[in-house]
T-cell receptor
């Protein structure tokens, strides 16, 4: 079945460092891809998404590009802030207008030190 | 919109007791999802509804768990009897396949969760 694999954390960076969190997927169809973020004590919220190959999702300085050839959707940010400390989840859903579930990776905890 | 509302935020109970978690989805959304999050297993989908009808309950761990959605604005997840291994954070999420106001369709919006501790 469909699955998402993301790098294990925790990831600890200094403020203004470059961030990459790797995510690869396995899917039989043409999934949409998502990054969700979970701040301490809160639910998940959508960070960015991409619905087809070569799409780039971006939000709050974060970017991820849908790479069909490498089945990847890596999350990047050029300069992280302490406020970016959170758990990041990569996810996919089948694309055909389905209301079905999102398949999540296990999450990567990011800690940014001042 | 107030977002997805879950209650209670925290629940502490003793083993064997019945626990009921509640969720109010975003108005106009027609899909609702229940998830469980633990350190060991991460985020797991338990069940989801579309137009108040359960579509996939394959993630429900066992018969002690049940979920209902009597109308478009309310859902419950019940555990009876509860066990210590049920301790987790339970999230509800909702989404829309239609013109759900200003929120993007097919995006899941999560509540703040219910932290359940079974002693």
């Amino acid at each position: 079945g469909d699955s998402v694999t993301q790098m294990e954390g925790p990831v600890t960076l200094s403020e203004e460092a470059f961030l990459t969190i790797n995510c690869t997927y396995t899917a039989t169809g043409y999934p949409s891809l998502f990054w969700y973020v979970q701040y301490p004590g809160e639910g998940l919220q959508l960070l960015l998404k991409a619905t087809k190959a070569d799409d780039k999702g971006s939000n709050k300085g974060f970017e991820a590009t849908y790479r069909k050839e490498t089945t990847s959707f890596h999350l990047e940010k050029g300069s992280v802030q302490v406020s970016d400390s959170a758990v990041y989840f990569c996810a996919l859903s089948e694309r055909r207008g389905s209301q079905g579930n999102l398949i999540f990776g296990k999450g990567t905890k990011l800690s940014v030190k001042p | 919109d107030a977002g997805v509302i879950q209650s209670p935020r925290h629940e502490v109970t003793e083993m064997g007791q019945e626990v009921t978690l509640r969720c109010k989805p975003i108005s106009g959304h027609n899909s609702l999802f229940w998830y469980r999050q633990t350190m060991m297993r991460g985020l797991e989908l338990l069940i989801y509804f579309n137009n108040n009808v359960p579509i996939d309950d394959s993630g429900m761990p066992e018969d002690r768990f049940s979920a209902k959605m009597p109308n478009a604005s309310f859902s419950t997840l019940k555990i009876q009897p509860s066990e210590p291994r049920d301790s987790a954070v339970y999230f509800c999420a909702s989404s829309s396949s239609g013109r759900g106001g200003t929120l993007a369709k097919n995006i899941q919006y999560f509540g703040a969760g219910t932290r359940l501790s079974v002693l």
